[in-house]
């Protein structure tokens, strides 16, 4: 078990060496749900290089689509994914100690 606590904060590069511990190179547990791996995180490198270097809108929306590829045919395999929204949304009767749950808001530090 690995645990990551913002991995749709990280980078595609952090996303996929995540994913190459729980598997071998040739990714063949995704290859055998026909999950190209590979070719999804090269297609998203190549859109985010493009997008950097033009900021066309076109290029962002297709970037956007492979990223929600991703996230749907690969991270979703392999990741439990739980956010402040779902905890309070599934969670809301829970009480600890007689006290309910609360999530407080994120604080940014600079």
Same mark, same amino acid.
């Given at each position: 078990?690995?645990? +990551?606590? +913002?991995?749709? @904060?990280? +980078?595609?590069?952090?996303?996929? @060496? =995540?994913?190459?511990?729980?598997? !071998? !190179?040739?990714?063949?547990?995704?290859?055998?749900? @026909?999950?190209?791996?590979?070719?999804?995180?090269?297609?998203?490198?190549?859109?985010?290089?493009?997008? $950097? $270097?033009?900021?066309?809108?076109? =290029?962002?929306? $297709?970037?956007?689509? *492979?990223?929600?590829? =991703?996230?749907?045919?690969?991270? #979703? $395999?392999?990741?439990?994914?739980? +956010?402040?929204?779902? =905890?309070?949304?599934?969670?809301?009767?829970?009480?600890? !100690?007689?006290?309910?749950?609360?999530?407080? #808001?994120?604080? *940014?530090? !600079?």
């Amino acid at each position: 078990m690995l645990l +990551t606590a +913002t991995p749709l @904060n990280n +980078t595609i590069d952090d996303l996929y @060496n =995540i994913i190459r511990i729980f598997t !071998d !190179d040739t990714f063949i547990t995704f290859k055998m749900k @026909n999950i190209p791996v590979d070719e999804l995180v090269k297609r998203y490198k190549k859109l985010k290089r493009e997008y $950097e $270097e033009r900021y066309d809108e076109g =290029i962002k929306k $297709e970037l956007k689509k *492979v990223a929600t590829e =991703i996230k749907r045919k690969v991270l #979703d $395999e392999v990741m439990v994914i739980r +956010t402040r929204r779902y =905890i309070l949304e599934q969670f809301k009767d829970l009480r600890i !100690d007689g006290k309910k749950l609360e999530i407080s #808001d994120l604080m *940014v530090f !600079d």
